[in-house]
């Protein structure tokens, strides 16, 4: 993979797999169809922090073969490098070790209830019943966490764990090494700077200029 110390365009492919959500070539106009792409990919993630390296590897592993992140740093980690770590969930192989009476559904109505029920009840939901599967899936991915339960700064109850390691560092250091056995190219120092869709402000996107 070349260094890309200029301005080129990165265009996206169809990819193998329709599940993986990417975005296929489509070009509404002949001045579109004029882009010359310095490269395609079936994927293009912004941003190496915790969600693009994550999102990077399940579009992998959902059966995209092509698949880049481009960071605009000189190295990963966002603001997830950044954090305490601490990760919420109800699992219950922890709280029973814990003696602790909770669940998914407990979170749920502790979480809508101290913000005085203005959050979306459904968008709340889906976040605490899929947070144990967010935990075993960074267990399966190489982060290994510590063996207690806490309440964290800021929460009420206890269900946060911390992972083995530099706090949110923990986090990235795994999905990096994901990203190297699946073949996955981070571009350090790669800002994008413009997001190229069918028409000006509407359509699918097409691609990415980046410098």
Known sequence: MTKLSRRVFLGTAPAAAAAAGVFGTFFSTAAEAAIKWDETYNVIVIGAGGAGLSAAVSAKEAGAKKVVVLEKMMFAGGNTIRAGSGFNAAIK??????????????????????????????????????????????????????????????????????????RGGAYIKALLEVCKKEDIPILYNTRVVEIIREHQLSGRVLGVKVE
């Open 93 to 166: 192989a922890d709280y029973e070790k814990a003696g602790i009476t909770d669940s998914p559904k407990l979170h749920a109505e502790q979480t809508l209830a101290a913000g005085d029920g203005r959050g979306d009840p459904v968008l709340v939901h889906q976040l605490t019943e899929k947070a144990p599967e967010s935990v075993q899936w960074l267990k399966d991915h190489g982060v290994k966490f510590q063996d207690h339960i806490y309440q964290i700064y800021g929460g009420l109850y206890k269900r946060a764990r911390n992972p083995i390691g530099p």
